[in-house]
């Protein structure tokens, strides 16, 4: 959870900062820094649990299985 929050802090000042700077608006800039990151940063912490399942043994290699053959019929249906 920690490097969730890191995350957070990081992600509000960055989109802060671009907000004020396109509309030089402290209002504009506060609004974007506070909706846009806790919106993404909620989506990170499900992201980083998913990639997490991923990473276990076995999971990787089925998702990689699942990939190719998605591809494979996709190249197939495009010719």
């Known amino acids: ?3 969730t929050l890191t995350f ?3 992600h509000f000042s960055i989109a802060f ?3 004020y700077l396109i509309t030089g608006s402290l209002l504009v800039g506060g609004l974007v820094a506070i909706v846009e ?11 980083e649990k998913i990639w ?4 276990r043994p ?8 699942t990939l190719q053959s998605a591809s494979e019929n996709y190249a197939l249906r495009s010719m």
């Open 37 to 47: 990151p806790a919106i993404n940063t909620i989506a990170f912490y499900f992201h």
């Open 58 to 65: 076995g999971t990787a290699a089925a998702l990689s299985k």
């Open 52 to 55: 997490n399942k991923i990473e």
């Open 8 to 10: 957070a802090v990081m």
């Open 17 to 19: 900062g671009v907000a």
């Open 1 to 3: 959870m920690t490097k």
